[in-house]
């Protein structure tokens, strides 16, 4: 006799569920160890720095459960923890690995992503003013995890992790993060792009009227299909 399709139903959610959660408790895991850590290593560049120059303003704030930012001089990198449970592109590298063949609900990911953003954006309430994705993290049920951004911070980390989290892991993953945001200068705009603007822009746009933008990165499954 075949299955009560609606007890067939039932399984596949139970189980979906369960993993989703378990996800979900890792990557909050490490969201509390990012937090708790750049508290620790913005007080320590604060002691090495504050001597020297009064005037370099690092500092954390905590916004909500899911979100904190680290400023660093005229940078505010904002530490996002999704809610939801993903599933990346088909594809994307990660489903073509003998990690994901072997178990399926491998797949399931809790992400944290980090934006850079400006801080004089936020200081002088410049809205229109861009922020940009410079790392993620994705972490599943087995704590597997994965991290993509630019330069150091994609390159010091497979497209699938080895062996589980480990706070080390975290550890490095945010002293990257705050040095690219630091080496990371702004770009100017083109000459012909901002030679004309209009009073309007003028009015609401005092602050940010040639201001630069920072460059931030594309996933690497964006990459491959504009290939």
């Known amino acids: 006799m075949s299955q009560d399709p609606k007890e067939n139903i039932a399984q596949i959610l139970l189980t979906k569920s369960g993993i989703k959660q378990q996800a979900y ?42 979100e904190f930012t680290v400023r660093i001089a005229g940078d505010l990198l904002v530490f996002v923890l999704h809610t939801n449970i993903i599933t990346l592109p088909a594809d994307y590298e990660f489903y073509k690995s003998d990690y994901v063949a072997e178990q399926p609900l491998r797949k399931y990911l809790g ?22 994705l410079l790392a993620r993290l994705l972490i599943n049920y087995e704590n597997y995890f994965i991290v993509e951004g630019d330069r150091q911070v994609g390159f010091m980390f497979e497209s699938i992790s080895s062996k589980p989290l480990e706070k080390v892991d ?11 945001a630091a080496e990371n200068d702004l770009m100017a705009p083109p000459f012909p792009q901002i030679r004309n ?11 940010s009227l040639g201001a630069g933008n920072k460059i931030g990165f594309q996933m690497s499954y964006q990459n491959e299909t504009k290939a």
Request: net charge negative.
């Open 25 to 66: 408790r890792n990557v909050c895991t490490a969201f509390k160890h990012l937090k708790e850590q750049s508290v620790l290593l913005i007080e320590e560049l604060k002691s090495k720095t504050s001597e020297r120059d009064k005037d370099i303003f690092l500092g954390v704030e905590f916004i909500n459960d899911q």
């Open 111 to 132: 992400q944290i992503n980090v934006y850079n953003f400006m801080a004089d954006s936020f200081e002088f309430n410049r809205l229109n003013d861009p922020g940009y």
């Open 170 to 180: 975290l550890d490095v993953m945010i002293q990257l993060i705050i040095t690219q």
């Open 197 to 207: 603007i209009t009073v309007r822009e003028k009015m609401e746009k005092t602050q």
